[in-house]
């Protein structure tokens, strides 16, 4: 199987996993500065799967976008973690039902046997910090691109 490049990028939604740290790393590099609200956030403890539904920054359309002279396109997509034990946060409070969070980066700290801990780094120094038996993690972008309402670069003014 030959490796993604960005020129090859076109409006297929993407549907990647990771069983890697390194496979994780192209994950976490496509949900840099994706946003969400906190109650899109849940784990299914019977299915042992965490899932947040989040609005992520096509990062894979920028050039071609740029390119084109076009708008910069945001999606939604589900990131998700299965093979999950339990879930800690830190820094964030999930009573606070209108919080919009935002995805820094995504981390995998191994354990014993294939176990480990991965972390969703979140802007202004929140954490979620998933124990799972294996690393499994899975992008589906779910609807149409749209034209990002900030029509800027995430972190680019």
Not at 7 to 29: F, H, K, M, Q, R
């Amino acid at each position: 199987m030959a490796d993604a490049r960005f020129e090859d990028a076109d409006e297929a939604p993407l549907y990647l996993g990771a069983e890697t740290p390194e496979d994780l790393a192209v994950i976490s590099a496509l949900v840099q500065d994706a946003v969400f609200p906190i109650t899109e956030m849940a784990f299914q403890r019977r299915q042992r799967r965490f899932a947040i539904l989040l609005n992520r920054f096509r990062w894979e359309d920028r050039a071609a976008a740029e390119a084109a002279g076009r708008s910069y396109e945001r999606v939604q997509a589900v990131l998700a973690v299965d093979g999950v034990l339990s879930v800690r946060s830190q820094g964030i409070t999930r009573a606070e039902k209108d919080l919009v969070l935002s995805i820094l980066s995504l981390d995998f700290e191994p354990g014993e046997d294939g176990a480990g801990r991965v972390m969703l780094v979140l802007a202004g120094d929140g954490v979620v910090a998933l124990e799972v038996e294996a690393l499994e993690v899975t992008l589906k972008d779910v609807t149409r691109p749209y034209m990002a309402p900030s029509g800027r670069v995430p972190g680019h003014g």
